[in-house]
């Protein structure tokens, strides 16, 4: 009899140890898991690092810019003038012995206009891009975006008080701000690498 009190208390007493036992055996098998999942998340991410965004360019200087071909709008320097011609989209307004310019009329009231520069034999030799803007913050902002996507083109620039530079294998790059009193603008230039390229802020 008191054998038999003895294993009730005992049973009494090892059953709930038994299950507290079961229960944070459980418990830390499901932790385990999670941080095992945890940790198998992060390695993923670190093992597929992100791509680096792509530059946003306003709607104005992708039209101006074009689809990122060439050096802009599907041209290089050396390309035949008949084919700019052809691929060309913007309004034709001048035509001389010496280039070729087109406009593009934006809807805010500012607008752009790209030279095509050609040697004797019908070669693109420069390319001169005036952008007619409203004010200086459209100056600024249309600045920092053309300089991020010309950097992220080709590389870091070489930076002045008056311009920002840009070396390619095939042409130099200049940005520059040509605003003057009530007048505000940017030119950019891709010419030949043995002379300078000029974007202007």
Known sequence: M???QIMKTNTLFIAPLVAISL??????????????????????????????PEVGLNPQLRQVLGDGEGL????????????????????????????????IEFSSLESADILYYHTPDG???KINVDLFLNDKTSVEQQKNELSAWLTRKYGPSAN????????????RITLRDVSKKKDFGLKLTFDAAGETVTVRK
């Open 123 to 125: 070669r693109i030799d």
């Open 72 to 103: 802009i709008r599907g041209t290089n320097l050396g390309d035949a003038l008949t084919d700019v011609k052809a691929r060309e989209t913007a309004e034709q307004f001048e035509t001389s012995a010496r280039h070729v310019g087109y406009t």
């Open 23 to 52: 229960f944070s055996g459980g418990c830390r098998e499901k932790r385990q898991t999670a941080q095992d999942q945890t940790s198998d998340d992060t390695t993923q991410v670190v093992a597929t690092p992100a791509e680096t």
């Open 160 to 171: 002045d008080s008056a311009e920002s530079r840009w070396t390619t294998p095939g042409a």
């Open 2 to 4: 008191i054998y038999n």
